[in-house]
């Protein structure tokens, strides 16, 4: 099937449908300086039979982990306090802090305001919770918690003195040491927090009453119209733009394809190239 499509779209005789673009063609958001944004989510862990969480705090720009602490317990607004108390301590205070909708971290979109929105607007920092049922929108975050896992599967420990030990030298490594895919190869969070400008928080408390609307407030900006160049096909399957040479393949030699430019990343879809931002 997928061959049969790829031939029709060929042809123009099918529009492609948005609805199935690649998840490739997915535009990414990342903020451009650290302590823009930091995430928080938790992790159930069982020491035994005793529940406790794992806080962890993630920097949105440079992945950098300001803060991971396991306090005894389900996820409550003391633990998650604490955690980012922490944080700020070392890594400087975020000018925001994005959760999802747990009822200890945020609860605005439940109409209410949770202890810690407003523990944070106090201190000029801007609470956001992401979209109810889309935990795409913590990805960074969820996606940090494997590694937490895999560290742990492998250092064992019984105790909760244990595991906080063992919490901070992964710590260390997640920042210094291990290269992260976000960046590329050989870089580590900390080399992009070294790097760059830190925000801060703003120097006055936040407004809840002021700040919450109906627009989401995890959305990025919409980015601006890109401009549209077209292009045939060579018989090697390469187009060439801005200096560059573009390889499609042989089967699209021929076709008349389109450039959507928007910054630097290169993607392609139904039929159509696309340098995405």
Same mark, same amino acid.
């Given at each position: ?47 035994? !039979?005793?529940?406790? =969480?794992?806080?962890? $705090?993630? &920097? ?5 982990? #300001?803060?991971?602490?396991? %306090? ?111 960046? !590329?190869?050989?870089? =580590?969070?900390?080399? $992009?927090? &070294? ?5 801060? #928080?703003?120097?006055?408390? %936040? ?71």
């Amino acid at each position: 099937r997928a061959t049969i499509a790829r031939k029709l779209l060929a042809l123009g005789l099918v529009e492609p449908n948005p609805r199935k673009r690649p998840r490739s063609s997915w535009r990414r958001f990342t903020r451009a300086r650290p302590n823009e944004l930091w995430q928080l989510d938790g992790i159930e862990w069982w020491l035994g !039979g005793q529940l406790v =969480t794992i806080y962890q $705090v993630q &920097d949105d720009c440079s992945r950098v982990l #300001p803060a991971i602490l396991a %306090i005894p317990g389900g996820e409550t607004a003391q633990g998650a306090q604490a955690a980012l108390q922490a944080g700020f301590a070392e890594w400087g205070k975020p000018a925001s802090v994005l959760t999802d909708n747990s009822r200890a971290f945020n609860q605005h979109r439940y109409g209410q305001i949770s202890s810690t929105e407003a523990w944070l607007a106090r201190q000029g920092i801007r609470p956001i919770s992401g979209s109810v049922k889309h935990p795409q929108t913590q990805g960074k975050i969820e996606r940090s918690h494997q590694p937490v896992k895999t560290w742990l599967e492998h250092h064992p420990v019984t105790t909760l003195e244990e595991l906080n030990a063992t919490l901070a030298p992964f710590q260390r490594y997640y920042n210094n040491n291990r290269q992260h895919q976000g960046h !590329g190869i050989g870089i =580590t969070p900390i080399m $992009v927090w &070294d790097s760059l400008p830190k925000d801060t #928080p703003l120097d006055q408390p %936040i407004n809840l009453d002021e700040l919450y609307g109906r627009q989401p407030l995890s959305l990025p900006p919409k980015p601006a119209e890109p401009a549209v160049i077209g292009r045939r096909v060579g018989g090697n399957g390469r187009i060439q733009w801005a200096s560059r040479i573009i390889y499609l393949g042989t089967r699209r030699a021929g076709q008349q394809v389109w450039i959507v430019v928007d910054h630097d990343q290169i993607d392609h879809h139904a039929g159509n190239l696309h340098l995405l931002g």
